[in-house]
């Protein structure tokens, strides 16, 4: 068999195919690439204008999801959704609600400097006015004359009385008394009953009398008092429309359009006459709220609270990097004064829900899923389409601390979760309404196909990076070689990896080296610098294991050959970095039933998967050496020096080529390594990490004494489309130091490792007898024939002579 060229261990990116000299002359990609399928998932969902449609976006962290998503929002032209303004302003019959006004978007700031402009102004002008003379002399005026009334009144009920020898006397403020006179002064308890019976009864009469018309005169004085309240209160709001309704009136006709506005504002008017001591009072507690909430010293009562403000037709996107409950449901502020708890409508803040409201919002589902009540609190919000601002500390405790309950806001939201699949599957899973609340999901490819076409927008890609992270330019080979770099991930020749984290870091790297030597472009040395730079921050762990190969702690055969003894290939991870080892599979043969048994699955080292590789390997010896008479020869494999537990069959070629080494008897290459999954027909199915394992042998070889020239690796044919083999590996390929073979049946393996052909049965299942199957078919024969004459000259004979 001949080893692959050079063209299939490594796909270059030929220059010519990338027609510019620098990712200069290149247009940025306004969009991620190769993400048609998420794309238009996306697009979809934000155009469908019924409830329920919102996004799941589904992959890997570091493929673009949320740049994506913000890039889409920002080149995406929204007709449908409007942006508003949300406020709060007191609700003066109920102030435990508070009122919610909806504007249009820019309306709700100038709202909010009317009224401090109005408020501003009335906490001048009235104190000025209501204590000016002219005010002050009306109300004197108006004051005397009631006062005057009610004197004459009292006046005829006293006169009546002095005519009556009864005097009427003050005893508190409308508390009056009708004494019997003795002269000037009033009768005593002695000298009342001193006087005879008729003067006494006399008395009495008249009192009673005078008492009847005292309270007549009283309840006019009432009816008097209440009218002077009333007509106090018409002069206030006559002066207060005098200096103030001009003011109103303008901010009504400029709010026409808007019912609730106007309506508010005639409240407004209706509150300011009732509560004038507001502005004619410095009151404490205003004042300390104000300051404690570190707003401004006004008449909180007539502030407008404006809780959420977009520029006029700009359709609001917020990303929520902390969705605590607070943070997207809002909540309300307290203020601590004198030791008492206070609030009110003012002290309403927003939260994300509230600013995006109109528009998108973008969460990642971990953290969303991560925050206690937040989860129910968001499909609440999105099943009714409002948001109530719920205070979390009556939810979590049972205390009955008074506090407001604003108005719900309407919610008109389309909301945008990132996350794994692992979560998305969980979701779908355990939440019957998740699948109605987010009902399209956006699938992020890891990778997209490798052409010319492809190639180039990939260029434009790392273009628009560049431009994004402010970086160097890329030169034409620099691009080439990060484009190779991306097949290397994908780990496929015709396949560039979408995973944008990846090559932002890389570039990102490749400019802090070129920086570093003064270049005025990143280069292809400055890119590899930076890989190097990247794989030797890694390599800690790695080494140690070479180390050991090169030391002999790890026994390692690289040159000779050995009876069941295949040097097989892993790939290790530490940490996001891979790197591949070359493990000494061994087999032995020994009489038995012909059960092959799995020393790591025995003793729990083996994971399920590699255990159904070894059944599936035990299942094809026994199809090919069993099929008419048991096999005799039973077989034990295991991975040599291992002390941790082993998983995954891309060992089950090299165990098999090993079992077949051990009873055949005949020798294997240890120059050759060789990795490959069989299946039970005994074609040799593809593995991952080819590229790896191929360098961890290649390294292997060269530790343990350096290049023969004879060395190289195994692989399946199906794995040839994943090399993207190392620089160091090409070259000595090219020099004919290393060889990489390709199989496709365990039959081309095992004719390489043995350096005999495998054989082909004939028609009665016979194999040539110096093929290897040969060889273990004849060993066979002889087992059982030795098998039959044991069994002959155990069994008792049925001679009667020997009786």
């Not at 024969?781 to 002959?792: L, P, S, V, Y």
Request: net charge negative; with cysteine; proline share 3%.
């Amino acid at each position: 068999m001949k080893s692959l060229p050079l063209q299939q261990l490594y796909k270059s990116c030929v220059l010519k195919d990338l027609p510019f000299k620098t990712t200069r002359q290149l247009e940025p990609l306004a969009e991620i690439v190769g993400q048609n399928r998420a794309q238009e998932a996306v697009r979809f969902a934000l155009a469908m204008p019924h409830g329920g449609y919102n996004v799941y976006a589904v992959g890997r962290n570091g493929l673009g999801k949320r740049t994506m998503m913000l890039r889409y929002l920002e080149h995406h032209v929204d007709t449908e959704h409007q942006s508003h303004d949300w406020c709060y302003v007191a609700n003066f019959e109920e102030p435990r609600n508070p009122r919610l006004l909806k504007l249009p978007g820019g309306d709700g700031t100038q709202l909010k400097q009317d009224m401090e402009k109005l408020m501003s102004r009335l906490m001048k002008v009235i104190p000025q006015t209501f204590e000016g003379d002219s005010f002050l002399e009306r109300a004197e005026q108006l004051k005397n004359e009631y006062a005057k009334k009610q004197e004459d009144e009292l006046e005829k009920v006293a006169a009546q009385a002095r005519r009556k020898k009864v005097s009427l006397t003050v005893t508190t403020p409308g508390g009056y008394r009708l004494v019997a006179m003795n002269g000037e002064e009033p009768h005593t308890a002695e000298t009342f009953e001193a006087l005879s019976e008729d003067k006494r009864e006399k008395f009495e009469e008249d009192i009673n009398k005078l008492e009847k018309k005292l309270r007549q005169a009283l309840r006019k004085l009432a009816d008097w008092e209440q009218e002077y309240a009333e007509k106090q209160e018409a002069l206030n709001k006559e002066t207060l429309e005098g200096i103030a309704g001009h003011q109103i009136d303008e901010l009504i006709a400029k709010y026409s359009a808007l019912p609730d506005v106007v309506s508010y504002l005639e409240a407004v008017r209706e509150d300011l006459a009732e509560n004038l001591d507001i502005f004619l009072d410095d009151e404490d507690e205003q004042v300390a709220i104000a300051y404690a909430s570190l707003d401004k010293k006004m008449p909180r009562r007539y502030l407008v609270n404006l809780l959420v403000h977009q520029k006029t037709n700009e359709v609001p996107v917020v990303v929520e990097d902390n969705p605590t409950y607070h943070n997207l449901f809002g909540y309300v502020e307290n203020v601590t004064y004198k030791g008492t708890v206070f609030t009110d409508f003012s002290l309403i803040r927003p939260g994300s829900l509230h600013r995006a409201n109109g528009g998108y919002l973008l969460m990642d589902a971990i953290k969303v899923l991560e925050q206690p009540f937040v989860w129910d609190g968001l499909k609440r919000a999105l099943r009714s389409r409002s948001i109530q601002i719920n205070s979390l500390e009556r939810e979590m405790t049972l205390s009955g601390a008074i506090s407001i309950e604003p108005e719900a806001v309407p919610l008109d939201v389309k909301l945008v979760l990132f996350g794994d699949r692992e979560t998305w599957m969980l979701l779908q899973e355990y939440d019957a309404e998740f699948a109605e609340l987010f009902r399209v999901t956006a699938d992020f490819e890891n990778e997209m196909y490798r052409s010319d076409a492809s190639q180039l927008m990939y260029a434009k890609f790392i273009a628009s990076l560049v431009v994004d992270k402010k970086l160097l330019h890329c030169d034409r080979k620099a691009v080439a070689r990060i484009i190779e770099y991306s097949a290397r991930i994908a780990e496929h020749q015709d396949r560039l990896s979408l995973h944008a984290a990846d090559i932002a870091n890389l570039l990102r790297e490749s400019d802090f080296w070129a920086r570093q030597a003064q270049a005025k472009l990143i280069t292809d040395v400055h890119v590899e610098r930076a890989l190097e730079s990247a794989r030797y921050r890694s390599s800690r762990i790695r080494d140690q294991f070479y180390d050991s190969i090169r030391d002999g702690s790890t026994l390692v055969t690289t040159t000779g050959s050995c009876v069941g003894q295949v040097n097989a290939l892993s790939v290790l991870s530490t940490g996001g970095f891979e790197f591949g080892l070359s493990n000494r599979v061994t087999a032995s043969c020994y009489y038995g039933d012909g059960a092959v048994m799995d020393i790591e699955r025995d003793v729990k080292l083996g994971g399920n998967l590699h255990s159904k590789g070894v059944m599936i390997l035990s299942s094809w010896l026994a199809s090919h050496f069993a099929v008419n008479d048991p096999m005799h020869l039973s077989a034990s494999l295991t991975f040599e020096q291992n002390y941790g537990e082993v998983d995954g069959d891309s060992a089950s070629l090299a165990e098999l080529c090993a079992l077949v080494s051990s009873l055949s008897g005949l020798p294997v290459r240890q120059d050759l390594a060789i990795t490959g999954s069989v299946n039970q027909f005994g074609e040799v199915q593809p593995i991952g990490g080819v590229n790896e394992k191929v360098e961890g042998f290649f390294t292997t070889c060269e530790l343990k004494g350096g290049l023969s020239g004879t060395q190289g690796v195994i692989i399946p044919t199906t794995n040839v489309q994943n090399l993207m083999l190392d620089s160091e590996v090409v070259k000595a390929a090219r020099a004919g130091d290393f060889s990489v073979y390709a199989v496709a049946r365990v039959e081309e393996a095992i004719t390489l490792l043995l350096g005999k052909p495998a054989g082909k049965a004939d028609d009665k299942g016979r194999y040539p007898r110096q093929s290897v199957f040969g060889i273990i078919q004849q060993r066979l024969e002889k087992m059982r024939e030795h098998e039959r004459q044991e069994h002959a000259r155990d069994e008792p004979s049925k001679d009667p002579s020997i009786h």
